[in-house]
Structure formats: structure tokens, C-alpha cells
């Protein structure tokens, strides 16, 4: 087969991201070939081979990882989910790292990074990363710039090639969370960044049935290194997993597509609805982060948060009324969810506790709107 991870399909470099979508990680095209990549059922493999054993390989998994790759401009690793991969870039780090990242972010690696702090493994300066002066202070002796753009939940933007920029010129390596905005609206790797990181399990499989993560890189000593973690630590995906991550990313274009276009429509109405008191979502030409978002972005993304104005109390009341938006975490799936993201005990103190998180799907826009308009109002 084709798809090691580390030889891009020449062929695919010309297509459009939309078409990698629909036809990276595909098997070679001979005779009677399946059109798909199988589901690699097997823990051992015949001796003499390059795999030998399922811990250290998998068909199934070369096949999303190839995917990746020309999605993400880099070679792609899976884990068993998107904390793995976190877990294992951080866990590379030399001991006394200093990292550079966003006070808000997605909430479990806030919890690895107080850990690495608590124990001494890392030093982390807190900045609100899309106040690029604020960032640009703090990066001097980093070790390593964490970018989540736009950030969970807040949906703050970092202004990702001056930031990418200023580090690279101080040998700063940088990694970037791009679970938000998907290789779709934004290529890290080909502004400079050294590592994507992504949950697969939101976007890029897209029906909420599946927990992975990945991690690509052009540095193939790095690679290599987060390779080894992988297979030494076992964070590594099911096989069927990632069949089901790579038959969800074959709808990722028309799916952001959908979803984003009805973001945009309900992040508008949600703005002059009573129960509203800040809608955040970049898309807004009306939001703070919207100016640059645009001149680097080719999106905004699907995910909008706003503050509700009854307080948290009525945020629950909403979020327990709607019958088509579903009350629960994630996002990233078809289907509409939300949630008060201050539930969870474990999300930060500088998001408000009536913050309201929506991850839009691609259900009809008037159903939505009626479902969510409806919730709002018996809230208040
Ligand atoms: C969900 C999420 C993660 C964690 O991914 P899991 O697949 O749940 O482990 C990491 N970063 C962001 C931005 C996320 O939304």
C-alpha cells in the first residue's frame, strides 16, 4: 500500500482541501482493489515484516494518518484520543519547559498544564493570546508557544503568523490546537508551526461516535520521538475508531460548510435576543477578534458561545429546554449541542459562569433557530 505515513501522495498536492478530504488515505488503485481501506483486525503480524506487532502499527490507522497528513501538510500520528496526543507532545518536553499559552483553553489540557506546573515539569505564563503585544512580551525564553485558536470556549483568535513568526526567530517551537478551526479554515503547519495537534474526535469525525486525536509534524526527529511515546506509553487508537474517523472526514467539507453557514445566522439573531447579553463568535464583523480572523482564516469555524443574561441558573433552565439542540459537552458532530460550560468543575475561572457554549450542526437553520429562540425565552 501506498500510505506510510512519511510519502505524501504526490498526486494529492494539486487537489484542493476539499478533495483531499474525499480522496486522501485511499489504497492503491489496482485491480479489484476496495475503494476503502479495511479494519485491520489483528494485535500480531507474520515475522519477517516491518509492523510485527498492533501496538506498533496498523493499516487502518496508516490509512486516517495519510489523511491527515495531506490535510495538516505533515506527518500524522493517532492516539487514543486528543488528551493522548497533548499528553504526549507535553510529556517530550525537557524538564523545566517554559510554556507560553492562553489563560482560556480547552479545559483538560489546562488541567495537564497545572499539573506539569504543580510538579515542577513546567513553568507556564498565562497570557489572553489574542493581545499579540501581551504574547509577544512573554514569549523570551519559552520553550514552547501552546496555541489553541480559536480558543475553548471563549472563541479568542491569536493572531497565529505574528505569533508563529516572533517564536520561529527565537528558536521557540510552537504547537498549535487546531480541533476548532480544522485544517479546512486553518494550515498551521504551513504558517510555521512545528505541531498540530487535533481532537478528531469533533470535527474531522463528525457524528459524536468516536473518541482520537492526532498529532502531525514535519520534524522527523520529532516524529520519531512521539512515535516511541506512543508505542512505549500505548496510547494508541482502535482499529475501528479510526474507520469510523476516516468515513466521518469524507464529509468534512460539506459539513463545515453547512454548519458554519448556520453558525453565522444564529450567532447574528442570538446577538439582539433579550436573553443574550455577548455573543462570541469571530464571524461577527461586530466581534472583537473578527478583523483577524479574516485576514488569515478561511472561516470561523461552528462553534459560538455567549453569555446568557438571566445568569447561570437560567443558562441551565435554556439548555435543559431545548428538544433539537442536545444538552450535552463536545462539539464538532452533525448534531447541535450545548451546554454552561462552568458545569464542569474543571473549567477555568476566567470564563463567566452564565457562558453558554453551542457547537451548531447541519440541521435546517429555522428549526434550530426556533428550538434555540424558544429555550432562550422560557429562561429568562
Ligand atoms: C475536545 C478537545 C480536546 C480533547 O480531545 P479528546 O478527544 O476529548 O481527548 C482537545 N482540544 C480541544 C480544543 C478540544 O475541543
Not at 439573531?269 to 463568535?281: E, G, N, T
Not at 485576514?295 to 443558562?315: C, L, N, R
Request: aromatic share 6%; with cysteine; net charge negative.
Amino acid at each position: 500500500m501506498s500510505i506510510t505515513p512519511d510519502s505524501p501522495e504526490d498526486s494529492l498536492e494539486t487537489l484542493s482541501l476539499q478533495s483531499r478530504v474525499v480522496s486522501a488515505g485511499r489504497p492503491e488503485r489496482t485491480s479489484d482493489a476496495g475503494v476503502n481501506v479495511g479494519i485491520e483486525l489483528n494485535s500480531t503480524f507474520l515475522a519477517p515484516g516491518p509492523t510485527g506487532y498492533g501496538r506498533y502499527g496498523n493499516k487502518s490507522w496508516s490509512a486516517l494518518e495519510s489523511a491527515m497528513e495531506a490535510l495538516e501538510s505533515g506527518p500524522t500520528l493517532v492516539f487514543s484520543s486528543g488528551i493522548a496526543a497533548i499528553s504526549a507532545l507535553f510529556s517530550i518536553l525537557p524538564r523545566g519547559a517554559v510554556i507560553t499559552t492562553s489563560q482560556n483553553g480547552y479545559s483538560g489540557t489546562m488541567v495537564l498544564l497545572r499539573q506539569a506546573e504543580a510538579s515542577g515539569a513546567a513553568e507556564v505564563r498565562y497570557v489572553d493570546v489574542s493581545n499579540t503585544e501581551q504574547v509577544l512580551a512573554a514569549l523570551p525564553g519559552s520553550t514552547l508557544l501552546w496555541l489553541e485558536s480559536p480558543t475553548n470556549p471563549a472563541l479568542e483568535v491569536a493572531d497565529m503568523p505574528t505569533l508563529i513568526a516572533a517564536a520561529k526567530s527565537q528558536n521557540i517551537g510552537v504547537a498549535v490546537d487546531n480541533t476548532f478551526a480544522t485544517p479546512l479554515v486553518q494550515q498551521p503547519l504551513l504558517m510555521g508551526a512545528d505541531v498540530v495537534v487535533h481532537s478528531l474526535t469533533k470535527y474531522i469525525s463528525g457524528h459524536s461516535d468516536v473518541i482520537l486525536g492526532s498529532i502531525s509534524t514535519q520534524d522527523q526527529a520529532l516524529y520519531q520521538r512521539l512515535a516511541d511515546v506512543r508505542k512505549i506509553n500505548g496510547a494508541i487508537p482502535g482499529p475501528f475508531e479510526v474507520w469510523l474517523a476516516l468515513r466521518g472526514l469524507r464529509t468534512l467539507g460539506v459539513r463545515m460548510e453547512r454548519a458554519q453557514k448556520n453558525a453565522l445566522e444564529i450567532a447574528t439573531r442570538l446577538s439582539l435576543h433579550p436573553a443574550v447579553d455577548r455573543v462570541r463568535y469571530p464571524g461577527l464583523p461586530t466581534d472583537p477578534h473578527h478583523e483577524i480572523a479574516k485576514s488569515f482564516m478561511k472561516g470561523f469555524g461552528a462553534v459560538i458561545s455567549f453569555d446568557h443574561a438571566g445568569g447561570a441558573e437560567a443558562a441551565d433552565r435554556a439548555c435543559a429546554a431545548s428538544q433539537l439542540v442536545a444538552h450535552a459537552t463536545s462539539l464538532g458532530g452533525v448534531e447541535s449541542l450545548w451546554e454552561r460550560r462552568h458545569r464542569w468543575s474543571t473549567e477555568s475561572p476566567t470564563i463567566p459562569t452564565n457562558l453558554i457554549r453551542l457547537s451548531v450542526g447541519i440541521e435546517d437553520l429555522e428549526d434550530l433557530w426556533s428550538d434555540i429562540n424558544s429555550a432562550l425565552l422560557g429562561s429568562l
